[in-house]
């Protein structure tokens, strides 16, 4: 595995066609393809975070195959990426994701739903006293850490609720092409400190990412070891 920088090069950070494509989700998507093969039938096999460091775009991604440091837009700087985890290690975490939950519509469908949207529809129904709502911050804050406990559960980690912060929600939309309608997906930031409690479990995760909409800049968890 290859965990690699891209900065936008200096020169093109305001290049008209740098800039459109970093104003769509699906734009910035086809962006980072750029840095990997061009088979039209390669399937993902990468994640990615995008970041605006100082007035800098730039992009962590975590791939299988090493990404092309020939680029006309980004200056790259690769490295393999092998983590080294153990039980009961404690790590410096940050995480973009989709955070969701399924429900079944009046079809019997089960469709995906953003889990702030989703309380908010629970509360409205069981209180018509929009006054007696927590704010969307303590929406943010509650169902999203209630997300990530379940995702911990399935991918090797733990956390203390008063370690970890859940915050920055945005929706996103944006129209892929051949595709009917646009595309609406929310994200929460999260960071603090996590403890690992399935070494395999937890290295599959820093490898595959966490929650849905990964090809659209969620779900890489980027670490750090905490000393002790």
Excluded at 26 to 47: C, G, N, T, V
Excluded at 135 to 155: A, Y
Excluded at 204 to 216: C, E, V, W
Aim: aromatic content about 12%; glycine content about 6%; proline content about 5%.
């Amino acid at each position: 595995m290859y965990m690699t920088k891209a900065e936008i090069l200096p020169e093109k950070v305001f290049d008209s066609e740098v800039w459109n494509k970093l104003q769509s989700t699906y734009s910035i998507h086809q962006l980072i393809w750029s840095l990997f093969s061009k088979d039209p039938d390669k399937k993902r096999d990468f994640l990615y975070r995008y970041e605006i460091n100082g007035k800098v775009p730039t992009f962590y991604v975590v791939s299988k195959e090493k990404p092309s440091i020939d680029n006309s837009y980004f200056n790259v700087d690769v490295k393999s990426y092998t983590p080294k985890v153990k039980e009961g290690q404690y790590f410096l975490f940050s995480l973009r994701a989709n955070p969701v939950v399924t429900r079944k519509d009046v079809n019997g469908k089960h469709k995906r739903h953003d889990v702030v949207m989703d309380e908010k529809f629970r509360l409205k129904k069981s209180n018509p006293n929009p006054q007696n709502f927590p704010s969307i911050s303590e929406i943010v804050h509650e169902k999203g850490l209630e997300w990530l406990d379940q995702k911990g559960l399935k991918n090797g980690f733990m956390f203390d609720w008063n370690n970890v912060r859940a915050d920055g929600y945005e929706t996103h939309e944006f129209k892929k092409p051949k595709r009917k309608g646009q595309i609406r997906i929310s994200t929460i930031d999260f960071d603090g400190m996590i403890k690992v409690t399935d070494i395999d479990a937890f290295t599959k995760a820093l490898y595959d990412g966490i929650g849905p909409s990964k090809s659209f800049g969620c779900g890489l968890m980027l670490i750090k070891p905490v000393k002790q």
